[in-house]
């Protein structure tokens, strides 16, 4: 059975894919008639309710603004501080019949008073909402106020500061019409003309009051939604759902709207939501919420203000598409599935030539089969193909050779092309455990070159160069096979000897090594060394001063070292003294009186011995033991050798 080929399911897929798209657009386009009427009024609904926040927000500056007004007159400040709201007063009357006009003039205020900061904050003049009318209060009927937030709050503020009180029910007594209704309170001090603070002008106003009257322009079905910042409902189109904190019974907009929860936590300034996206949140309504400050005392205070619009008003204006649909479904259908053989014919088989490319990059004939010399894309494809080619394979050998030139030089000299140090210890490493594995010796040899500081000085570090590099070469002609040599650093090179004849073997190499011509050299040997009593003259082939420094003692696993210590530069003046300045250095570092301690250190601790023979230093066998304590005192050796002494420095025995 013959199985479909990539352009049958290709034209198959497109036809199919037209029919679909086609088929489903009559849908979508119904459903994003739907979706874009509802997002319409979602913005014209969140217009409406930044509107009527900036109508909210003007009308309590309007009131702040009267109760500034009030506390600035002079005649405020007067009857503050002569007047106790006791017995007749002319001027308590005129500045009664001022407040009285503020209350005639403004049907939202419930209530409008004069407290005085004395007396315990009894109010001087006051007036009530009762029905439609101001009513003021007797001086009988004036109460003292100093307990409560919004007169110690205000009594608080700077000169035309205005105190705005949380949004609450009022529950004080004989305050007529305002008792039990949602108040607003604003609050601003009166001062003297010293500048203390002697009173306060307090104005309730009626919430919901307030809200109708700015409502006035909102068209008809709207509802009003407002919470304050820990979400309780204070209006609601449904008054038991409000003020529930005064019941004992939270009602929040969070669970009413779990929408809301960002602006409650400050992280967005406004909400939408609808019925058509969101049925369980916001069943048959459109909703918009903003986040807006409220008060100036604190400023993470604010208010959540929302409007609805119902759902059916919203999708009254959608009609239905049936006939464009379906012409529209059927006329789309019959494009694509011609559409579909002719792209499918294009497409598959210059995409059956990259496949065959790709799967054989680095083969040279597929990149021949490549419609290089093409236009259009195609032949801009294939040319990329042939380019990357070449460049992936000229970078891969590029950094093919770069890196092992970087493992070449992290593990040898680079003057020399002998192993550095790193290597060494690695290789002696390795030497230890198999000659501890195999039961044999090893054999460790410095070699320090003489006088090769002069050869700089003379003749240039070019020739320092090219002399360490003929020494190097002339080490490797002396070593065997199975040997190493390589570079600690400066003039001082090390071999390691292994192999079961490794003791027999060292002093014969030592020996080709100082038999070398045209340079001179120091070998000196890691090996078992024991101390000899009394100490000898001559140490390491070099007079030894007496020590100058206390004498230390080093057990490096069964191979004991005794050395003595003393000043690089005092070895170095006795040796060579350069100058009359170094000379004189030199002779007080070294001629000074030895102490009582000093003679009998230097007396009862003898020096490193490496017994002469022939004027050159007898070679020893290396224990694998002492083996590895040299190892170890390689990895110090470049940080100590400045401050150790020649003969300890040449033995790296510390």
């Known amino acids: 059975m013959m199985r479909p080929g990539l352009t049958f399911k290709l034209s198959l897929l497109l036809a199919c894919i037209g029919v679909v798209a086609s088929g489903a657009t009559g849908f979508y386009a119904y459903h994003a008639n739907r979706t874009m009427l509802v997002h319409e009024a979602e913005q014209n609904l969140l217009t409406s309710t930044e509107l009527l926040g900036q109508r909210f927000s003007v009308a309590i500056n309007d009131v702040a603004a009267d109760a500034k007004v009030l506390a ?10 002569s007047d106790d709201g006791s017995g007749a007063n002319d001027s308590r009357e005129r500045l009664a019949r001022v407040f009285g006009s503020f209350m ?23 007036f009530d909402r009762n029905a439609q009318s101001a009513v003021r209060v007797e001086a009988s009927g004036l109460q003292e106020k100093g307990q409560f937030p919004y007169v110690f709050d205000t009594l608080a503020l700077p000169p035309r500061g205005i105190y705005i009180s949380p949004i609450t029910v009022n529950h004080e007594h004989g305050a007529h019409s305002a008792e039990g209704k949602p108040t607003l309170r604003l609050g601003t001090p009166v001062f003297a003309p010293d500048g203390s603070v002697i009173g306060v002008v307090v104005i309730d106003v009626d919430l919901a009051s307030l809200l109708k009257v700015l409502q006035v322009d909102l068209p008809p079905g709207y509802q009003v939604y407002l919470a304050n910042e820990w979400g309780d409902f204070l209006i609601h189109p449904d008054a038991a759902q409000t003020f529930g904190f005064d019941r004992g019974r939270r009602i929040l907009m969070q669970d009413s709207f779990p929408a809301t929860v960002p602006l409650f936590e400050q992280s967005k300034n406004n909400v939408l939501m ?11 309504h459109v909703l918009a919420f903003i986040r807006m400050p409220f008060g100036v005392a604190d400023g993470n205070r604010f208010i959540v203000l929302g409007l609805a619009k119902p759902l059916a008003d919203v999708l009254a204006g959608a009609t239905l598409l049936g006939d464009s649909i379906v012409r529209m479904v059927l006329i789309s259908s019959v494009l694509a599935f011609l559409l579909a053989i002719v792209f499918a014919r294009a497409l598959t088989q210059p995409l059956h030539m990259l496949a065959h490319a790709a799967t054989h990059f680095f083969a040279d004939h597929t990149m021949g089969a490549l419609p290089l010399r093409r236009t259009d894309e195609i032949g801009v494809l294939a040319r990329c193909f042939d380019r990357m080619r070449r460049d992936i394979r000229s970078q891969l050998d590029v950094l093919h050779t770069k890196q092992h030139e970087l493992v070449h030089l992290a593990s040898h000299d680079a003057l020399t092309g002998l192993p550095n140090r790193m290597m060494f210890a690695d290789r002696l490493e390795a030497a230890i455990r198999e000659a501890s594995a195999a039961g044999e010796r090893l054999a460790v040899l410095f070699v320090d070159l003489d006088r090769f500081k002069q050869i700089n000085d003379q ?10 590099a003929t020494v190097a070469r002339r080490l490797q002609a002396v070593l065997s096979e199975g040997d190493m040599v390589a570079r600690l650093g400066g003039d001082e090179f090390i071999v390691l000897i292994k192999g079961a004849l490794s003791s027999d073997a060292a002093p014969g190499i030592a020996i080709s090594i100082m038999g070398s011509r045209c340079w001179s050299a120091r070998v000196s040997v890691s090996a078992t060394i024991r101390p000899t009593a009394p100490p000898p003259k001559r140490c390491c082939s070099m007079p030894m001063p007496p020590c100058m420094l206390p004498n230390r003692a080093n057990t490096l696993r069964g191979c004991t070292i005794r050395t003595c210590s003393t000043r690089v530069r005092a070895a170095r003046a006795r040796r060579a003294p350069a100058s009359g300045t170094a000379r004189r250095t030199a002779n007080r570092q070294t001629t000074r009186t030895p102490s009582a301690s000093d003679r009998g250190s230097a007396t009862r601790t003898p020096c490193c011995e490496l017994a002469p023979s022939d004027g050159r230093q007898t070679v020893l066998s290396l224990t694998p033991s002492c083996a590895e304590a040299i190892q170890r005192g390689l990895r110090s050796y470049s940080r100590r050798a400045a401050s150790t002494p020649p003969c300890v420095a040449e033995s790296a025995l510390r």
Do not use: C, F, K, T
């Open 72 to 81: 600035a007159l002079p005649s405020s400040a007067r009857v503050v501080q």
């Open 104 to 126: 005639a003039n403004h049907p939202e205020y419930l209530q409008i008073r004069l407290i005085s900061r004395e007396h315990y904050g009894r109010e001087l003049i006051r």
């Open 274 to 284: 609808n019925g058509l996206m969101r049925p369980n949140q916001a069943a048959d």
């Open 459 to 468: 003749y240039g570090h070019a020739v320092g160069d090219r002399v360490l």
